[in-house]
């Protein structure tokens, strides 16, 4: 079975400008949920989809937004960069169910893309 | 809040030599636990996983137990090798919005080892 692919891989951004990055799920799960790591944060929780819909949020200010579509694949924008938002965001897929019925918590992680912003 | 600590790092270790890198974790309720390890360049591999009190998960050489009563879910491997150079991440999934899809990481913890 595939992994979880983001495209693009690495991406230079000049200030004030937005950006939009995006991740496959691994074939039949249905739940993405979005990261951003930097060097001074750590691995931070951005928002999670399932069915189209925003099921969880973290603390990011509105620039961040996303969306999924109805085959799973999911989108996040950021607008407006600004230099802090250099960083490496990682898509992450999950069943949302797993094989006995519950909820199935574990998480596969795609490569990440590079965001560097100028 | 839901929250994991891992033990300051890095760690350095000559090939062969045990490994333990410590985590706690405060949560609401008692979910899976995992360990991610992350290599140069890459996103996060899900190293292994706990579903509940007591239980251990293992995965190429690496242990760790799900220890309710101290909180904590310690990674151990017994002899280290120069392949496992990476950072390893302790995650947690929490409660909130509509879902169990947030996880919350320890601050990660360098490994190094030495041949």
């Known amino acids: 079975k595939a992994g979880v692919t983001q495209t693009p891989r690495y991406l230079i951004k000049t200030r004030g400008q937005q950006v939009t990055l995006s991740c496959s799920p691994i074939?039949?799960?249905?739940?993405v949920s979005w990261y951003q790591q930097t060097p001074g944060q750590g691995l931070q929780f951005l928002f999670e989809?399932?069915?189209?819909?925003?099921?969880n949020k973290g603390n990011f200010p509105g620039r961040f937004s996303g969306r999924q579509f109805s085959n799973s694949r999911s989108e996040m924008n950021v607008s407006t960069l600004e230099l802090g938002d250099s960083a490496l965001y990682l898509c992450?897929?999950?069943?949302?169910?797993?094989?006995?019925?519950?909820?199935?918590?574990?998480?596969?992680f795609g490569p990440g893309t590079r965001l560097t912003v100028t | 809040g839901d929250s994991v600590t891992q033990m300051e790092g890095p760690v350095t270790l000559s090939e062969e030599a045990f490994l333990t890198i410590n985590c706690t974790y405060t949560a609401t309720g008692y979910p899976s636990l995992f360990w991610y390890v992350q290599y140069p360049g890459e996103g996060l591999q899900l190293l292994l996983k706990a579903t509940k009190a007591d239980d251990k998960g293992s995965n190429k050489g690496f242990e760790a137990t799900y220890r309710k009563e101290t909180t904590s879910f310690h990674l151990e491997k017994g002899s280290v090798q120069v392949s496992d150079s990476a950072v390893y991440f302790c995650a947690c999934p929490n409660a909130g919005g509509t879902s169990y899809g947030k996880l919350t990481f320890g601050q990660g913890t360098i490994l190094t080892v030495h041949p």
């Open positions: 989809y399932f069915s189209e819909t925003q099921r």
């Open positions: 074939s039949g799960h249905r739940s």
């Open positions: 992450a897929s999950r069943a949302f169910r797993g094989s006995y019925g519950g909820t199935a918590y574990e998480q596969y």
